[in-house]
């Protein structure tokens, strides 16, 4: 069975510019998560979508912004490009929304603005 | 809010033996689970064990263990006999109730000598 995939797997982008990022779940699964992690650092929060409604969401800006498809499939969006969005995005699927459940995570989207 | 914290930035084991990696939690939520992560330098996030709050047995997951001490916050990974494939990134996590998010700590990098 596939795993979560993620496209592109390496993105180049200029200051300013607009950027989607796409995540397939594993087969199944309902909810997706995006992830945002910074060289050196553990990753942090962005967007939860389970059901296709959104569930929760991180200390982003609203440059950020995510949907989740009837197939369960999602993109995330970020507007007007900093420097500091530099960074992996990591997309992460789960079947349910439980405390104790784990998530399965793709290759991630290495994002560079330059 | 939630807290991670991971001390040792990187850490050497010889082929073999056994090692601990550290992970110190912080939460007011009295219903919790604990994740221990790999990341290899593919990028992917690689479920290794799970601890709920309530488990009165330490998890076990093949060659990890989770030293999991509530009154002192810990929640330390063990992995027994040392195997060339386990050098990587290394993450503690954590969720909170039925929330949605995963707070992660800052890693620990782990190289394997043969």
């Known amino acids: 069975d596939a795993g979560v995939t993620q496209s592109p797997t390496h993105l180049i982008k200029t200051r300013g510019q607009q950027v989607t990022l796409r995540c397939s779940p594993i087969?199944?699964?309902?909810?997706v998560s995006w992830y945002q992690q910074v060289l050196g650092q553990g990753p942090q929060f962005i967007f939860q979508y389970y059901e296709k409604e959104e569930r929760g969401r991180g200390n982003f800006p609203d440059r950020f912004s995510a949907r989740q498809f009837p197939n369960y499939s999602s993109e995330l969006n970020v507007n007007a490009l900093l420097l500091g969005d530099s960074a992996l995005y990591l997309c992460?699927?789960?079947?349910?929304?439980?405390?104790?459940?784990?998530?399965?995570f793709g290759s991630g989207t290495q994002l560079s603005v330059l | 809010a939630q807290k991670i914290t991971q001390t040792q930035p990187g850490m050497f084991v010889q082929e073999k033996e056994a090692v601990t990696l550290d992970c110190t939690y912080d939460?007011?939520?009295?219903?919790?689970?604990l994740f221990w992560y790999k990341q290899p330098s593919s990028g992917e996030m690689i479920f290794l064990i799970y601890q709920g709050s309530y488990d009165q047995q330490n998890a076990t997951e093949g060659r990890y263990s989770l030293n999991f001490q509530k009154a002192r916050k810990s929640a330390n990974l063990v992995i027994s006999a040392s195997q060339l494939g386990d050098s990587a990134m290394y993450f503690c996590?954590?969720?909170?109730?039925?929330?949605?998010?995963?707070?992660f700590g800052g890693g620990t990098r782990l190289m394997v000598k043969p």
């Open positions: 996590a954590m969720r909170v109730n039925a929330g949605n998010m995963l707070t």
């Open positions: 087969s199944g699964h309902k909810s």
């Open positions: 992460a699927s789960s079947f349910f929304n439980g405390l104790n459940e784990k998530l399965f």
């Open positions: 939460t007011s939520d009295p219903s919790y689970g």
